[in-house]
Each structure stands twice: as structure tokens, then as C-alpha cells.
């Protein structure tokens, strides 16, 4: 071995790869769905939020109440509507596979009292039969299990 030449056998590992351009581009996409609902959600669209869920969905609105249905889904974002609950992100994470995703957010707002607060969001998003992904799970306060006794 000359000194221009190195001796890579005893180097680590490389970093992995990464993922595939289309899982790339379904990342995006899962992350557009997020970025139109709340898209909507500030501007008070409530038919735009609903466009980003499934019409089976499942949203935990509020701790522990888990709400069902495009009606009952409807009614509920009417009232978070109403109330002007605004909100801020933070960091985003997706983890997929084909056909399903798992999307992390920190987000912070404050409570009907005025009193801030920083929860972790979990939707899990499906890709129906046209490729359009929509959420068919969404806890805006997944952490809250951590804060029970």
C-alpha cells in the first residue's frame, strides 16, 4: 500500500442509504396532507380539514375522547373552529411503509383557561385506492399516556 492509497477495511460501516425517491415523494405527500389541515384548520375550513381525513377516522380531540365518523368529526372541528384555537409546530417525523404512515409532530397552544401547553401529535395515515394519502388515526395528545400514573 502506497501513501496515496487508505486502508478501508478497518473503518466503520457506512451510513445508510437513503430511502428510495418514491418513499422520499411519500413523505412529502403524508407531510402535505399534515401541512393542508392545518392549512385549513387556521383558516376555519372545516370541509378542507375534513378532506384530509378518512371518512371512517378516528381524532382524539380532546384527552381521552375519542371522537368517530365524518359527522361527528365535523361537529367537533366546528367547535375548535369556533373557539379560535390557535397553535404552533415544531419538529415533524414520518415513518412509513407502503401503504401506511405514521406521522410525529410537536406542537404547543394554549387551553380554553389561557394556560400553554406542548403536546406530541401521532397520525397514522393510509393510502386509499386512487394513492391519495388521508389520516384514519389522529391524537393531537399522544403524550399524555406518559403523564398518567
Known sequence: ??????????????????????????????RAVIDRM???????DVPGIMATYRPDAVVVGNPGVPVVGS?????????????????TTGAHEVIMTDATALHLMDWRGAGPDGVPFRAL???????????DWRMVIDHPFADGVMHRP
Do not use: I, Q
Not at 486502508?7 to 403524508?30: F, G
Open 1 to 30: 500500500m502506497n501513501e496515496t492509497t487508505k486502508d478501508l477495511s478497518s473503518t466503520a460501516p457506512s451510513a445508510p442509504v437513503p430511502a428510495a425517491t418514491a418513499l422520499n415523494r411519500d413523505e412529502a405527500a403524508v
Open 38 to 44: 392545518m392549512t385549513a384548520f387556521a383558516a376555519g
Open 71 to 87: 359527522a361527528s368529526l365535523a361537529e367537533m372541528f366546528e367547535g375548535f373552529v369556533a373557539a379560535g384555537f390557535p397553535f
Open 121 to 131: 401529535s401521532a397520525a397514522v395515515l393510509t393510502r386509499d385506492e386512487s394513492g
